[in-house]
């Protein structure tokens, strides 16, 4: 590892350290996110509401559902002609902020509680199948800033309880004043509106009720408002209760392996820091670290290219003494080097060892060694004497190659 690699990664572990500390030194944002889930500890967490179910429903029976709506109501049901019903009883409940039941478990619901069984859902909005099959209307005034919210039963409490985080102005606009009961209000600019009705359907009845807030951590950590909602869940029939937490929130949470990094501000950008400074690691790392080294071609050979030019040059101009010559030189040379005979004297003892070590018939060395002493002698030839000596060696030199 050399010394620029080193300091690199040691300035990036200390600012990473650098963040973390920081982060974990001051004072975290709080987060004002509606989850309504009943394992965060968030101010609208729902958290200390699944925690103190028990003391708010003392004796009762209570039963989390962990499916669908339609798949644990429908497992109660006894589907034969005889009975055709539902084999438990009970109060169905729901906080969140808004109706995210399905369609299918909305149908189920409303047969559960025409068959004598109750509902109690704590939402800011409901489905166009339960407002058409309950007969009621709501609508909000948006950008409320707080509101009173109380209880119509003054044997209940007489107080009123302000609300100001969170609120909305969703309220009951109609239903049908002969059927519905008004259990509770909220006033927004001192205009009394109807945030709380019991509705009967069949059998059993619906409690529909429009500030789910009222039901989050922040709310029932405070006494007055955690009175609140312990009077509007005294409603609530005794009996079993079936629990059904927000489950669209539980969906929603990543199953990353570095969601806890990702989900702390400091080990997040710490973590952002650290990819960042390995691209910048590698891009600077990615650069030639010297200069660059050209490819040298090796040197051609040129001596046959050479040889060729001039031989052709001597051709052309008539030369042919010239190239007899040398062709002569060339072939006696071979000759030397690779039969190690002496080529001073081309007698009758050099044409019996050439033809001994190679092979080549008596007539054709005769011939070759009468035109070289021709050659030699006249230093005067014609192109044909030349093509006839060129020939002549090649033959002689044939297996030799």
């Known amino acids: 590892m050399n010394k620029t690699l080193k300091i690199y990664i040691g300035i990036l572990v200390a600012l990473m350290v650098l963040i973390v500390f920081v982060d974990a030194n001051r004072p975290k944002p709080i987060n004002w996110t509606p989850s309504f889930d009943v394992n965060s500890k968030i101010p609208f967490g729902l958290y200390v509401f699944n925690e103190e179910k028990d003391t708010y429903f003392k004796g009762d029976t209570i039963q989390t559902i962990q499916s669908t709506p339609y798949e644990f109501l429908d497992a109660f049901y006894d589907y034969d002609t005889l009975v055709n019903t539902y084999t438990t009883n009970g109060t169905f409940l729901a906080i969140d902020s808004d109706y995210t039941i399905d369609e299918t478990s909305t149908e189920e619901l409303l047969l559960f509680v025409s068959h004598g069984n109750d509902a109690f859902l704590s939402m800011n909005t409901f489905s166009t199948t339960l407002e058409d099959s309950l007969g009621f209307s709501y609508s909000n005034l948006y950008f409320q800033e707080q509101l009173e919210v109380s209880l119509a039963n003054p044997t209940l409490s007489k107080k009123s309880f302000e609300m100001k985080m969170g609120v909305n102005g969703y309220h009951f606009t109609s239903f049908d004043t002969l059927k519905t009961t008004v259990l509770g209000y909220q006033k927004i600019d001192k205009k009394s509106q109807v945030n709380f ?205």
């Open 197 to 401: 009705i019991k509705v009967p359907y069949g059998k059993g009845n619906f409690y529909l009720h429009l500030q789910p807030f009222a039901f989050t951590n922040y709310y029932l950590l405070k006494n007055k408002n955690a009175e609140y909602a312990e009077k509007v869940l005294s409603y609530i029939p005794k009996g079993n209760l079936f629990w059904y937490p927000n489950q669209q929130y539980k969906s929603g949470i990543s199953s990353s392996p570095l969601r806890f990094i990702l989900s702390q501000e400091g080990l997040r950008w710490a973590w952002y820091l650290f990819l960042i400074g390995m691209i910048i690691f590698m891009i600077f790392n990615a650069k030639r670290k010297q200069r660059i080294i050209p490819i040298i071609k090796p040197l051609t050979n040129t001596t046959v290219d050479f040889t060729k030019t001039i031989g052709n040059l001597y051709f052309q101009e008539g030369n042919h003494d010239t190239i007899m010559e040398k062709k002569i030189i060339y072939f006696l040379e071979k000759i030397r080097q690779d039969y190690l005979l002496d080529t001073q004297n081309l007698d009758d003892d050099f044409i019996k060892k050439l033809h001994q070590k190679s092979g080549k018939e008596m007539a054709l060395i005769e011939k070759v060694v009468m035109l070289i002493k021709r050659q030699r002698k006249t230093f005067k030839s014609t192109e044909a004497e030349l093509i006839e000596l060129n020939a002549v060696i090649e033959k002689v030199l044939e297996t030799n190659r």
